[in-house]
T-cell receptor, first 112, second 110 residues
Framework: ETGVTQTPRHLVMGMTNKKSLKCEQH?????MYWYKQSAKKPLELMFV???????ENNSVPSRFSPECPNSSHLFLHLHTLQPEDSALYLC???????????FGPGTRLTVL | GENVEQHPSTLSVQEGDSAVIKCTYS??????FPWYKQELGKRPQLIID?????GEKKDQRIAVTLNKTAKHFSLHITETQPEDSAVYFC?????????FGTGTSLTVIP
């Protein structure tokens, strides 16, 4: 598959569950991002990785834990989430910073 | 930090008319300004972008203008078509940071 892929596409979890979101990019990019998209709010940048190293963490609660094992893969580990964490989580990649970002299709997360 | 404001939040135009969406930003150091289109249920896709050393950029029916002094930039869509109906997001970026506006829902009426 080409571009940026994300799995799962939909996820329902309880507040005590542990789950992980996966993102993979097939574009040879060196930067990857996690965004949260909630209704009526701007896209919120959560984490940024450059060459597998985390360069930005925008005051995200510790119940969200990112992992970037290599430049092509990015994970978001979820633990003891709250109902207000329900949102669309988008992954993106780019070649360097301040360049076009390519987004994945997103994971629609519902926390019960 | 950076603050991006986007107006209007909703916009309806007749097919063939022009649409203009405006954004302001607060950090004069921001140097990259992309515009994304997101159709219902789909991922955001870049439609045009501009860097701080350029004042205007055009790609067929889409154009973006940037006023660095006033710290605002605008998206212009001419000869709108029904397939232009979507949510449009502006963003301001510096290095690895991206700050998005709240989006404009554009409806083109046939």
């Amino acid at each position: 598959e080409t571009g940026v892929t994300q799995t799962p596409r939909h996820l329902v979890m309880g507040m005590t569950n542990k789950k992980s979101l996966k993102c993979e990019q097939h574009l040879g990019h060196n930067a990857m991002y996690w965004y949260k998209q909630s209704a009526k709010k701007p896209l919120e940048l959560m984490f940024v990785y450059n060459f597998k190293e985390q360069t930005e963490n925008n005051s995200v609660p510790s119940r969200f834990s990112p992992e970037c094992p290599n430049s092509s893969h990015l994970f978001l580990h979820l633990h003891t989430l709250q109902p207000e964490d329900s949102a669309l989580y988008l992954c993106a990649s780019s070649q360097g910073g301040s360049n076009e970002q390519f987004f994945g299709p997103g994971t629609r997360l519902t926390v019960l | 930090g950076e603050n991006v404001e986007q107006h209007p939040s909703t916009l309806s135009v007749q097919e063939g008319d022009s649409a203009v969406i405006k954004c302001t930003y607060s950090d004069s150091a921001s140097n990259y300004f992309p515009w994304y289109k997101q159709e219902l249920g789909k991922r955001p896709q870049l439609i045009i972008d501009i860097r701080s050393n350029v004042g205007e950029k055009k790609d067929q029916r889409i154009a973006v203008t940037l006023n660095k002094t006033a710290k605002h930039f605008s998206l212009h869509i001419t000869e709108t078509q029904p397939e232009d109906s979507a949510v449009y997001f502006c963003a301001a970026s510096l290095s690895n940071q991206f700050y998005f506006g709240t989006g404009t829902s554009l409806t083109v009426i046939p």
